[in-house]
């Protein structure tokens, strides 16, 4: 999967006098157009271009925001855009037009702290694709045969054939307790977390592994695997502060 750089959101302008939709109407634009049938600004249908993506929505988007009189700017209803930057430099941003008008830029800044747990399942969906899953995190558990739990896990990460090749996965055995030690591993997350509920006893799975990708940085596809008190869920991050 190509990371693919663009826009995507609206902005509802509320009521407005016909004047001032035919003012807007026409304003030139690369990406946005106000379009009097909706009372929205939306993506437009000529999408060129060789500018960059965020400025460029960002200066249209003012100028339209600018054309609406004073006393009309209370009827703003407001809405987002959601920017993803062209590489290499890859990040998302939200850029918030609030219900009259006033207008806030943030960058996405991953955050578990506060996210929602979802229960596992082994049909837990991960929008990135396997094969570039990046793998980060530590995980520990309680097996009756601690040595060949942690011997299957390390075949698995040795010998998925992956894309990137790069990165450390360490799976160990002390007495009864396997741990599992990754850093920026090429290997499917949803295929080694199935394999550690399997090989775990119950109760005993504790730690946390996230699943990034090794192509790009696509924040919202960002997923962490939560183990405590042996039960397993995944949490997607919080993006804006």
């Not at 663009?6 to 035919?22: D, E, M, S, T």
């Not at 200066?59 to 930057?85: A, C, K, N």
């Not at 990046?134 to 045969?145: I, Y």
């Not at 997923?223 to 995944?234: C, D, P, T, Y």
Request: with cysteine.
């Amino acid at each position: 999967m190509s990371y693919q750089s663009g826009c995507h959101g609206r902005v509802i302008l509320g009521q407005l006098p016909a004047a001032v939709q035919r003012r807007l109407a026409v304003l030139p634009g690369e990406w946005l157009e106000y379009d009097p049938q909706t009372g929205a600004i939306e993506i437009g249908h000529i999408q060129p271009s060789t500018a960059p993506i965020l400025p460029t929505v960002t200066v249209e988007l003012v100028r339209i925001l600018s054309e609406i009189p004073y006393d009309l700017q209370s009827r703003v209803e407001g809405g987002d855009f959601f920017v993803h930057t062209e590489e290499p430099a890859t990040q998302l941003v939200r850029i918030r037009v609030e219900a009259g008008g006033s207008l806030h830029i943030q960058w996405a800044h991953p955050d578990y702290a506060g996210a929602t747990r979802e229960p596992w399942s082994e049909s837990v969906q991960i929008a990135t694709p396997e094969w570039e899953h990046r793998l980060n995190g530590k995980v520990t558990f309680e097996a009756d045969e601690a040595a060949g739990a942690s011997e299957s896990l390390q075949a698995l990460a040795d010998t998925y054939e992956g894309l990137y090749p790069e990165g450390d996965f360490r799976a160990s055995a002390d007495g009864d307790t396997v741990s599992v030690n990754m850093s920026e591993v090429n290997l499917d997350g949803g295929l080694l977390a199935v394999r550690m509920v399997g090989l775990a006893r119950p109760g005993t799975l504790d730690g946390w592994f996230e699943v990034g990708s090794f192509a790009d940085f696509v924040p919202e596809n960002l997923v962490r695997f939560l183990f405590e008190a042996g039960e397993a869920s995944v949490q997607h991050p919080l993006l804006w502060s």
